[in-house]
Every structure is written in structure tokens, then in C-alpha cells.
């Protein structure tokens, strides 16, 4: 039963019993969350209260990429002012052998050991009455180091790139067809070097968790995108059962990929309030950021591309080389896009690791696709060019009607029609095909254009809801708020299959008692509890129903199921629509109390017959000045398929947002390393680029919004990351047709086209 977008004002009923598609739900005008977070009112792991009064710890990294400690003198530490403990791996609790949770295995450094593996570790952990104190303290800490030669040069190592170590997962590589004799059929080819840069997640509120025990209990406050998983690796490291583990996280200032997994200060943090028995804060500082909690590895992206003089693609061959830490395999699989993104006769992809001493990589929104599509999407641009073929022609005429890689056909796809409403939006019929062509005054103009493209995932979930005495409605799901509207979906869907005013729904989530919900990561969590949202209510519903057919006091009394119907907060008779009886009145003639029903929904059997993707069409124009080569994006026109938007305001902004991130990733955003010492040297918002309102021009986006019911009941795909995705190459094209410089280096800054 899809939920489709609704039309100003529009409210309809929703129906018990339907074999068809359900009418549009009422949707939140406004965030369910809007007013708590612009009162203040919004609480964050960093600032909720312990029952009694927090203490501090502040995490000691190693100055070192690679050794280990040889001795750490902490005499003057101790007797600093207010300090309470100062915990090294020499004086640790001993904790059980590791063995985290899902959604990643993690690596993490909780002072069990004694070697280095990067610049950056935590080598200690210091505990003060306050933060002041502990830093003061951490710094009289005198650390004596064995040092090794570290592996920090990536570029000069690519020939030691390896295959990476995932047994019994899916292969890193994977050919398809007769590669030799498609890539001699193709009479054009591109064969080029792509590179992109490290990059760390930055959300507004860095990492923090506060932490105390009650006996063998432990209560956590943290920033996490994934309750469930959080609350297992926490229980799982610290060897006590899941059960004794409380975790919550009411709100996540952002994540991004970074609050995927369980890091190193979580645990640092519940160990010291262990050792001083109390509630120990412990919350990460901005600089902090770079190393411990992960970030977007290196890539270097081979991509040849051979064509026949139509067009049509014969071969294709896309290799990945990545950096990966010591300590754990992380792999960004930056050529999965390409194995199923256009048909062609032949395709060979691979991944290979290169092993460094830096802190573990992880999930950055849209892993691998981001970057790949980057690079993918510049290839055939630089394709197009070299037949002399309209980009979005070349791309029509390699259009895939089933997964050219799995064989399997889209649960659904209507990527033409992206293609379609977004180029006629853009005017990109009137666009010049003649690089630097199109100009200004002394500005250059430049089109360009792009396909963007995301998995639709979806996990097994749970989720509670109740129907009150008082005709009102509570929905429980165990899941997580990134800020992407989790709390506005989830009091819409409840309320739109109750039949009861979304704003009369109490919603909550990020709290370990909760049903469970999988991570907020792979764009799942929109596909995954909202179906579950949707059968908890009907079960409820059903329930007060079946109490209103066996009163004899009720309008409904006697009738059957699949005549009632829900719209504003009462049951009616399908049939005759003036028989109605409210929820309340239901309710308080049959024992005055709160039915309540728990729903779960997982992907069906059939799930793994299909291929499950979000596509989307992207075009930018920018203005590159002519002298100083500074770039102006000036708008971007975009539009996706994504099967049913949930809600309007919610998912036209993350889509808004993801593309902001992809322009970042075009023109700003980079880690710098610097190969001595293994630190990132701009570990700061002053000198880590991400754009600002001023770097962004205008943005038109809109959604096809046709249900995708093969995928899930509620017709809707994630829609969290595929905004990021072949937007870097939708502006890098751009640039490339005003300049007439194709910069295969991402970022593409002003001396790069200087020098090109």
C-alpha cells in the first residue's frame, strides 16, 4: 500500500482492508522536531545530565604514526589539579577479546595494547572534575615511544596495492563477457586516471557520550547512527549482556557515516567511569575528528572505455586502488556503480588496498558510489566528446533496461524520465556543445551534466504503536534522527494508516528499549521502518475495530472488517459513511485503556530476484572567471527517481543537502596528510573547505515520486546519499565546457586550472 505525495490540503481516508494503492497521506506541513530544536529544547548526547554529577575525561592521542609505547611517566599528571584517574595501557581493565557488531567490524584502540598503527591514536585517557583540569592534566602526560618507519605515501606505493581481505563476501572483482574482444570491437575510446582526495565527515556535533554505571548496569548517552548496533559492541567489548547495556540518543547532530560504528571514546568512556564511580562526559574536540572516527579513503580510479562510433558501448573496465589502515580492511567500493549503470557487452571491475599507518576508514555518505560516479560520469564525459555525441544521448543510448551485472531486472526504474524533466527544466537543448564556447563578459560559461545513482537497501525492523484514550496516537521505533526527519515520517506514516491527524502522533526513537531498527546508514531507514510503522498501526487498528463490531453500542456494531475505513480520528462504515465511531469513544466503552500492536517487516524472498536502485539525472551550470579561474556554480536542475517521497519538506531537503555535499566534493573539500609525520595538517573547519551559502547558487530539484511496490508496501527508497552522486562530475563537466581544462584531480581548484 504506497504512500504518494499529497496535494496541498488533501486528506483522505485510509482504508482497513485494501488489496490497491492507499490514497495520499496528510503530511507534515512542518519537522515533528522543528520547535524543540529552535526553542533549544533538543537535547544531545553532550548535554543531558547524569543522575548525579558528570565528571570529565579527555582523550590523549599518540604524537607517532607508527611504534609503540615504550613508557608513559603520568606522576605530575596525577597530582594535577582535580584529576581523578589517568587510565594508559598500563594500568587498563583488561577487556574481553574483542568482538563488535555489525554494520562494520571496527578496529578500535581501548588501551589494550601497547603499539601504534597511526598519528592520532588514543594512548591514554585522562579523568578530571573538569575539562579544563583534564586537558591541563593530559598535557604533563610524558610518553616515551619506540618508533617504526611508517607507511604514509600512498601515491608512491600504488605498486603494493593488494586485493582486500573479505572472506565469504561479494568478490572486489568481477568481470563480465569477453573483455579483450569488446574492448578491440569499441573504434573510440577513453583511457584515463582519476583521483579524489581523503575526506572526514564533519557534522555539526562531534562525537560525545556520557556514561555511568548503576551496579553491573551501564547507561549511555551517544551520538550514534545506530542504537541497536551501538548498544552490541558496547555489551559485546565491555563482556556484559546486551541487556544491561541502556543506551539513548534522542537526537544526532549529523553523522554522515561517522556515528555508524561504535569508535574508541565509547568505550574509553564507560572503562573511566568504571574506574572513578561516576557518571564520566566524554566528547571529542573538533581536531579529534581527523583519525579516531574514521573518514573517506584515497582513490586512484582507472577507468577505459571503448565505443562504437553510434555510441554504443562495447567495453568497459574500471580499477580501484584505496588506502586502508594497518589495523582493519576498509573498502570503498568506488566501481560498483559502474558494473550496472549502462548496458554494454563486456565490463571488468576491480579493488585493491594499499596498507598505511593511518586511523581506520569508514562509511562517508554514499560510500563508493560518491566517488565513483565522479569519476564514471567524467569518463563518459570525456566519451561523448570524443564521438562528438550529446552527453545525455550517450547515456540514452547505453541505457540499461535490466542490471547489466546481475542479470536481474529493476524492481523499477525511470531514469529517461529524469533524464527528460531535468534537461528540459535546465534548457539544456540550447547548450553549445563546443568546449569554452559559451560566454559572459570576462566569465566563462559551462554546462554540464550527469547520472547519479544509489542501492535501495532495507532491513528487518520493529516498531510499536498505540492508540490512546484520548483518540491521540504513540509510535515507538528503536531508530535514530540525523536530522534527516526520522521523527516526521514516522508520526506521518503511523497517523496516515490510523487515519489520525499526524500532528495528534507522539513519535519517539533513540532509546536501546525501543524496538529494534537497523543503522541509518545505506539510505535504508525510511524503507525499512516505515513499513513496520505501517503494520504496527493496522494491527492496532484492527484491534479497536474488532472492539467496535462486538459493541453493541457502536454505529460499527456487526459489521466486517473490510468495510471499515480510518480518516479523522474514527472508524466509518466504507459502505455508508455516516456510521462512524471515534477511536476515543471506542476506547473509553471498552475498558478505558490503550491498545497497542508491535509491527515487524523484512525484505521478502523474492527481493533477491530484483535489482534495487534510485537513479537521478543531474545538470549544473557554472561561471569560471577568466582570469583567476574561481568557479561560480550558478544553478543546479536535478531530478530523481526514488520511488514514493515520503514527505515533501524532509526529502526534497536531504536530496538539497547531498547535493551541496557533491558540489563540496567538486571544489572544496579535502584532507591534507602530511607523509612525515602522519597528521592531517588542516584538522579544522578553517582550513577543511566545505561550501557555504555563498558557494551555492540555485537549486531546483523534484522527484518523479512514482512507487517503487516491488521494493517495499510503501513504494519508497532511501533518499539520504544518492544526492552526493554525480554531482562532483555534473560540475566538473561544467567547468571542462567552459574551460576547455578537463582536471581528472579532485577537488578542482583554482591552481589546477591555472596549471592545466
Not at 338 to 366: I, P, Q, W
Request: glycine share 10%; proline share 6%; charged share 20%.
Amino acid at each position: 500500500m504506497p504512500i504518494t505525495a499529497l496535494n496541498p490540503g488533501q486528506q483522505k481516508a485510509s482504508g482497513i482492508a485494501s488489496d490497491g494503492a492507499k490514497p495520499a497521506p496528510k503530511q507534515l506541513a512542518m519537522r515533528y522536531d522543528a520547535r524543540a530544536k529552535v526553542t533549544g529544547t533538543a537535547k544531545y548526547a553532550g548535554e543531558f545530565r547524569a543522575p548525579t554529577d558528570a565528571v570529565y575525561a579527555f582523550v590523549v592521542q599518540s604524537t607517532i604514526p607508527s611504534g609503540s609505547i615504550a613508557s608513559i611517566d603520568q606522576a605530575a599528571a596525577t597530582k594535577s589539579s582535580g584529576v581523578l584517574a589517568v587510565i594508559t595501557p598500563f594500568n587498563a581493565p583488561k577487556l574481553p577479546p574483542a568482538n563488535p557488531q555489525p554494520p562494520a567490524r571496527r578496529h578500535i584502540t581501548v588501551l589494550q595494547e601497547r603499539e601504534i598503527f597511526y598519528n592520532g591514536q588514543p594512548v591514554a585517557v585522562v579523568v578530571a572534575r573538569s575539562l579544563p583540569e583534564a586537558i591541563q592534566a593530559a598535557s604533563l602526560l610524558r610518553i616515551t615511544y619506540r618508533q617504526t618507519a611508517a607507511k604514509l605515501r600512498f601515491r608512491e606505493r600504488l605498486g603494493e596495492a593488494r586485493p582486500p581481505k573479505f572472506p565469504g563476501r561479494e568478490p572486489a572483482a568481477q568481470t563480465r563477457g569477453d573483455m579483450a574482444a569488446a574492448m578491440s570491437k569499441g573504434t573510440v575510446r577513453v583511457e584515463q586516471t582519476y583521483t579524489t582526495p581523503y575526506q572526514h565527515h564533519n557534522p555539526m556535533e562531534p562525537h560525545a557520550t556520557l556514561a555511568w554505571w548503576e551496579g553491573g548496569k551501564l547507561n549511555v548517552y551517544d551520538s550514534t547512527q545506530y542504537i541497536a548496533g551501538d548498544c552490541m559492541t558496547i555489551a559485546r567489548t565491555l563482556g556484559i549482556p546486551t541487556d544491561n547495556v541502556h543506551l539513548e540518543c534522542p537526537y544526532t547532530g549529523g553523522g554522515f557515516g561517522c556515528k555508524g560504528s561504535t569508535w574508541s571514546h565509547v568505550i574509553l568512556a564507560a572503562m573511566a567511569a568504571k574506574v572513578v564511580g561516576k557518571p564520566v562526559k566524554l566528547a571529542l574536540e573538533r581536531p579529534q575528528m581527523w583519525g579516531p572516527v574514521g573518514g573517506r579513503p584515497t582513490t586512484v580510479q582507472q577507468i577505459k572505455l571503448a565505443a562504437t562510433q553510434d555510441g554504443k558501448i562495447t567495453g568497459v573496465q574500471h580499477d580501484v586502488i584505496v588506502h586502508t589502515s594497518l589495523m582493519e580492511d576498509f573498502l570503498e567500493p568506488s566501481a560498483d556503480q559502474t558494473r550496472m549503470l549502462y548496458a554494454s557487452e563486456a565490463c571488468a571491475t576491480s579493488h585493491k588496498m594499499v596498507d598505511m599507518n593511518l586511523g581506520v576508514a569508514t562509511f562517508m555518505r554514499a560510500p563508493g558510489e560518491s566517488n565513483g560516479t565522479a569519476a564514471l560520469e567524467t569518463a563518459m564525459d570525456e566519451l561523448a566528446l570524443a564521438l562528438k555525441m550529446d552527453p545525455v544521448q550517450l547515456r540514452l543510448t547505453n541505457y540499461a533496461e535490466k542490471d547489466p551485472g546481475s542479470d536481474k531486472p529493476w524492481s523499477s526504474k525511470h531514469l529517461r524520465e529524469c533524464y527528460e524533466q531535468a534537461g528540459e527544466r535546465f534548457g539544456w537543448s540550447k547548450r553549445n556543445p563546443q568546449p569554452a564556447s559559451m560566454r559572459e563578459g570576462n566569465k566563462l560559461i559551462g554546462w554540464g551534466m550527469a547520472t547519479a545513482t544509489y542501492p535501495a537497501n532495507r532491513s528487518a525492523a520493529q516498531a510499536l504503536v498505540r492508540i490512546l484514550t484520548n483518540g491521540h496516537a504513540f509510535v515507538g521505533c528503536g531508530s535514530q534522527d540525523l536530522g534527516t526527519g526520522t521523527y516526521t515520517i514516522m508520526a506521518q506514516t503511523a497517523g496516515d494508516t490510523l487515519g489520525i491527524d499526524p500532528r495528534l502522533v507522539e513519535a519517539k526513537l533513540g532509546d536501546s528499549t525501543l524496538p529494534k531498527a537497523p543503522a541509518s546508514g545505506g539510505s535504508q531507514s525510511a524503507a525499512s521502518i516505515c513499513p513496520a510503522i505501517s503494520a504496527a498501526a493496522m494491527q492496532a487498528k484492527l484491534k479497536v475495530a474488532q472492539l467496535a463490531i462486538n459493541d453493541p453500542e457502536s454505529p460499527l456494531h456487526g459489521a466486517i472488517v473490510a468495510d471499515i475505513s480510518a480518516s479523522d480520528g474514527r472508524l466509518f462504515l466504507s459502505s455508508s459513511p455516516g456510521s462512524s465511531d471515534s477511536y476515543a469513544d471506542i476506547l473509553s466503552r471498552n475498558g478505558g485503556k490503550a491498545v497497542e500492536a508491535l509491527g515487524s517487516t523484512e525484505p521478502g524472498e523474492d527481493s533477491t530476484a530484483m535489482s534495487t536502485h534510485s537513479f537521478g539525472a543531474v545538470f549544473a551550470e557554472v561561471a569560471v572567471d577568466a582570469e583567476t579561474y574561481m568557479v561560480e556554480v550558478r544553478r543546479i536542475v536535478a531530478t530523481y527517481d526514488i520511488g514514493t517521497l515520503i514527505n515533501d519538506t524532509t526529502g526534497i531537503n536531504q536530496l538539497e543537502g547531498g547535493i551541496v555535499w557533491g558540489v563540496g566534493f567538486a571544489l572544496h573539500e579535502e584532507s591534507h596528510l602530511d607523509e612525515t609525520y602522519g597528521r592531517y595538517v588542516n584538522a579544522n573547519l578553517a582550513e577543511y573547505h566545505v561550501p557555504v551559502n555563498a558557494d551555492i547558487g540555485k537549486l531546483d530539484v523534484t522527484v518523479l515520486n512514482i512507487p517503487d511496490i516491488k521494493f517495499n508496501p510503501l513504494g519508497a527508497r532511501g533518499i539520504g546519499e544518492i544526492g552526493i552522486t554525480g554531482t562532483a562530475a555534473a560540475v566538473g563537466n561544467a567547468i571542462f565546457h567552459a574551460t576547455g581544462k578537463r582536471i581528472r584531480n579532485f577537488p578542482i581548484t583554482l591552481d589546477k586550472l591555472m596549471n592545466a
